[in-house]
């Protein structure tokens, strides 16, 4: 999930005088699914595949699954495969929810677990060993690649990690290179003291690995010892092999312990879900059945279906298509937002996408409006730029002429009915109309020169996956 950027420096010295972290923003920009699914992995140094995998709704218990030796693929393949069962069965094909639904939630401890995530979509997704069947250890790995595929989309709601969502509650008191860890985090949010108790405790919290890499200490003191015994043993040392999967599964289980924990914070906070949450739910919906409900519902019929790839999307064209959409997306979640939170709307005025000022005439005849702006202090109004009133989405206005020097805009309804009046101060938040990017994108496809023509052949040969051939072969 990615943040709105505000003033972080002076937030975080704000913080620091205080003696704790601070809300940021007057609403939550996410919504919680009523039971999301929690996975936490563990890996060995340099590895791709994890060791250990915990995994299970958040409102139950844990599965742990671990192997002893991670580097022996056909001892691994089937916990992930199982692992991938499960998965499946919390995201299922086909069309996904409507967005005044709660859909399947996938909640993980930092971004370092998604990225293995990928890594395990990388290993799997198309491979045809070690398993006798890998049908459905391809499946699982594809819904892997999916999930993280989803998690870059800038509007969505499906894929969660802990510690961007708190530092998306929270400005803490540290600097940001320390907020990547979830147990730090938790500890400034749980610990009751001044400033320097809570100091303490997050500190101590920051000792213990939360990543999917394990401690060096205990790696080479605790594992690597282990590890040579059951390998002289030719791996056939039951008791050392138990010994290993104890140590890696109580290692997963504590990072699953810790987002669940994560979760629990969030929902104890009582801001409310920002209004704008409904918008980016619906282009994460329409994403989420792109990247995996609609392929894989056709793959279950026994269509061809087509993936994205694993690692780029592998044509000029493509990439140029999903970019264009991406931002999009992007500009509609904040805008969005901003128009369900004060907060966040200010901070997008500073940013420069937006007035506030006082309105000094209207003209009801031809419905032109003109504007004496105070924020933000330096601004270029381009004409035609468009503008959507705070607390009436439905009024848009259009900006004609404007004037630094007396810092006046002059505007004309767009759409929708004047509801203010002179005299009275208003915010107007920039209004990107989507078709403009979709129109775009419409003429990338349809182009008609020779090089066009080129590009999209280029495209359809190699840029995204047929269900039957690996994205890299």
């Given amino acids: 999930m990615k943040q709105l950027v505000s003033e972080d420096v002076t937030d975080r010295l704000r913080a620091w005088a205080i003696g704790r972290p601070i809300p940021r923003f007057q609403t939550k920009c996410f919504e919680i699914a009523k039971d999301p699914y929690v996975v936490a992995l563990v890996r060995m140094g340099g590895e791709g595949r994890p060791w250990a995998i915990a995994s299970g709704p958040a409102g139950g218990s844990a599965t742990v699954r671990s192997v002893a030796d991670p580097r022996i693929q056909q001892a691994v393949a089937p916990m992930v495969e199982a692992f991938g069962q499960d998965l499946l069965r919390v995201f299922p094909a086909g069309k996904s929810s409507k967005v005044d639904q709660n859909g399947p939630q996938l909640w993980l401890p930092d971004p370092s677990h998604l990225d293995l995530l990928h890594q395990m979509a990388f290993a799997y997704a198309y491979e045809r060993w070690p398993l006798p069947d890998m049908r459905r250890l391809n ?129 104890r906070d009582h801001r409310p879900t920002n209004s704008g949450v409904v918008t980016v739910k619906e282009h994460g919906r329409r994403s989420w059945n792109q990247l995996w409900c609609e392929p894989a519902a056709r793959e279950d019929a026994g269509e061809p279906s087509r993936w994205r790839g694993r690692e780029t999307d592998r044509g000029a064209v493509s990439a140029a298509r999903y970019y264009l959409r991406n931002e999009l997306a992007e500009r509609l979640r904040v805008e969005a937002l901003a128009h369900g939170d004060n907060e966040i709307a200010r901070l997008v005025v500073r940013q420069g996408r937006g007035l506030v000022g006082k309105v000094i005439a209207i003209d009801t005849q031809d419905g032109s409006v003109r504007m004496r702006y105070s924020e933000p202090e330096h601004v270029d109004i381009r004409e035609g730029t468009s503008y959507q009133c705070f607390g009436n989405r439905a009024l848009t206005l259009q900006a004609e002429d404007s004037d630094p020097s007396s810092r006046e805009v002059d505007l004309r309804v767009a759409s929708g009915s004047i509801s203010f009046r002179t005299r009275q101060q208003i915010l107007l938040l920039e209004h990107a109309p989507e078709f403009l990017t979709e129109n775009k994108i419409n003429n990338m496809d349809s182009g008609n020169t020779e090089l066009d023509r080129q590009l999209r052949s280029a495209a359809q040969d190699i840029d995204e996956v047929p269900d039957n051939q690996g994205d890299d072969e």
């Fill in 139 to 267: 499946r699982a790995g594809k819904l892997f690649n999916s999930l993280f595929l989803q998690s870059t989309h800038p509007a969505q709601n499906t894929v969660m990690t802990a510690t961007e969502v708190l530092r998306s509650l929270y400005t803490f008191p540290a600097a940001p290179a320390r907020q990547g860890h979830l147990g730090f985090l938790i500890a400034w949010l749980v610990e009751h003291g001044d400033r320097t108790l809570r100091q303490l405790s997050a500190s101590s919290a920051e000792e213990r690995a939360v990543s999917t890499s394990i401690d060096g200490e205990f790696e080479r003191r605790v594992l690597y010892p282990l590890l040579e015994r059951f390998v002289a043993s030719g791996r056939e040392d039951t008791e050392t092999a138990g010994q290993i999967m104890a140590f890696v599964e109580e290692e997963a289980r504590r990072r699953w312990e810790l987002t669940v924990a994560a979760l629990r914070i969030i929902r």
